[in-house]
């Protein structure tokens, strides 16, 4: 069900993506009408969430059922408190991919706006809309100069109401205040202000943990929950704190990424662009943590938060460098060392899941990049892919993946590497969950059932909310895009 407008992109970027998705090869295939269709409901489902929560379990460190159960008292007692044993919550296994289970979000919800209003910046909103509260370094804006007056409103949790919250608006946001959660939209709200007329998108009501001038007039650096939602327009829960070694939030593409992959134990695996460090620990729990998986990024922050990731799996098989990939290859093959740059053909398996343009993501109510911002990620793409070769064994596995919709960074960089590299054949993918790639590229129909596109636009606002869980999440994921290669 459609709550919000279609994602806001400048003109130049939705023109380029409608001649994407209405390209030739695509009106070969199917009519101008159903392709038109197919864009327009990809602008509507990404500014949307999807309908389930994807969380990737350790199993590495206990059973998937272990830690179901675990998961589940922990969140009861989050959402219910601890007398609430009785009530039941829904969180099911994957029947394919081995450690996942999801949970169902409940959305959209009928919820009041409030007359005292918080204004977040978009990538906060899009979180609360995603399960989490508004932590405070995300408030732009609040309320300053109201007049008093009694509010009342009803606060819900999943299963029955609470009490009613009687409150004066008061000349400024106090702690306790209910306030209904605007996200902007366009990134024009001044920080501090106490108005906003710009365009924004109201994503629920919460109860303010903070006072308006501990986060403008202070010398301190806000951190912290600054408004604890209550009543969000999309309902899930919060995993803040919950089995942090145990549990852990990734879009369910991103899973699969890992399993196509299908690292070994024993094997020497390499994650060429890795933070925040999701996929790397996966690889090296697929393998038993038996081996070596060596992740690399440029950004020195991104690389202390992979280590702490690691750390608590307790995983000592990933080693974390910073480091430029497409650099990572050695001008002196002879040149033994432990970290990069390495020799060629130094690795069993590599993971190339490039920098992208992201058009792919969920919910992204809006994007302000350029044109020319959006197609800045070829040449990069293409660098690190010739890295990618020279670094992988011969016989080994190389996956391209990325989290963007576009032809140029996803089919067309399959058509490229394949004429680059002889060497490289596509090979089947497993699990393969979403649909095949896109017409666009040039590539031939078995070529193009070999890759996996993640398309929530084929099914969005026709999937049945009485189907199972799994057949739900499989379908209405975010946009993502995986393609396996074999090195002969």
Known sequence: MSVFPGISLKPEVAEYLKSVFINKEVLAAVSLQEAEIRFHRLLTCLSHPPSHTCVRVSTHLASLDEIRLKLAEALQKQMFGSSAEDVSLQIVPHPRIPDVLLLPVDGPRAVKQLSSEVVVGAQCGSAVLRGAH????????????????????????????????????????????????????????????????????????????VERSSIFCSDKPAKGVGIRMVEPLYWSPSFDGVLPNLAFLQNLPSVVVGHVLGPRPGERILDMCAAPGGKTCHIAAIMG????????????????????????????????????????????PALQTEGPPFPPESFDRVLLDAPCSGLGQRPNMA??????????????????????????????????????????????????????????????????????GMPGAGLAPEQLRLLQRFSPELTWDQTQTTAPLHCRADKDTIGFFIAKFLKN
């Open 134 to 209: 508004v932590f405070t370094p995300g408030i732009i804006a609040s309320p300053k100069c109201k007049s008093p007056v009694v509010q009342s409103m009803l606060l819900y949790n999943t299963r029955s109401a609470c009490d009613v919250f009687l409150f004066f608006l008061r000349a400024d946001m106090k702690t306790g205040d209910v306030v209904s959660v605007f996200s902007d939209l366009e990134g024009k709200c001044t920080r501090g202000a106490t108005s906003f007329q710009g365009k924004t998108a109201f994503v629920g009501n919460g109860v303010s943990e």
């Open 367 to 436: 994007c302000t990049w350029s044109l020319k911002e959006i197609c800045s990620y070829q040449p990069l793409q293409r660098n690190l892919f010739h890295a990618a070769v020279r670094l992988l064994k011969k016989g080994g596995v190389l996956v391209y993946s990325t989290c963007t919709v576009t032809l140029a960074e996803n089919e067309e960089q399959v058509a490229w590497a394949l004429k680059t590299f002889p060497c490289l054949t596509l090979q089947p993918q497993e699990p393969h969950i979403g649909g095949e």
């Open 289 to 332: 943590d038996q081996g070596e998986v060596v992740a690399l990024d440029r950004i020195r922050n991104k690389i202390d938060r992979i280590r702490q990731n690691a750390q608590m799996l307790h995983l000592r098989s990933v080693k974390v460098y910073c480091f430029n990939s497409t650099q990572a290859v050695s001008s002196d």
